[in-house]
């Protein structure tokens, strides 16, 4: 059973940055490619961010381009969001989570087969 465990959230003001952390338990970590996605109140589960296996490919959603980096520790079992230049937009729940589907950079949730329980990110304005 694999298990995922996301860290790092926080209240912070717009402009601010936070670094999400997901450790995820397992041997096989380093043969896994990673999402984040994220979820506000009253709204579907949006991708975010996608890594593969080793790090070097990644995919991200329009709306975190250039503000947001997704990178991973395959020597710690851990992934992380760097994320900075916060706004408002960006308040939501955040998941990490295992791609069992066939392309790494997937952003349909139903690719995605374990999950964390989430860290909550607030950013004021």
């Known amino acids: 059973q694999v298990q995922l465990v996301e860290s790092g959230g926080g209240l912070v003001q717009a402009g601010d940055s936070l670094r999400l952390s997901c450790a995820v338990s397992?041997?096989?970590?380093?043969?896994?490619?990673m999402g984040w996605f994220r979820q506000a109140p009253g709204k579907e589960r949006d991708f975010v961010a996608a890594?593969?296996?080793?790090?070097?490919?990644?995919n991200y959603a329009d709306s975190v381009k250039g503000r947001f980096t997704i990178s991973r520790d395959n020597a710690k079992n851990t992934m992380y969001l760097q994320m900075n230049s916060l706004k408002p937009e960006d308040t939501a729940l955040y998941y990490c989570a295992v791609n069992v589907g066939s392309l790494y950079y997937s952003s349909r949730a139903s690719d995605y087969r374990y999950w964390g329980q989430g860290t909550q990110v607030t950013v004021s304005s």
């Open positions: 397992g041997r096989t970590f380093s043969t896994y490619n």
């Open positions: 890594i593969n296996w080793s790090g070097n490919n990644k």
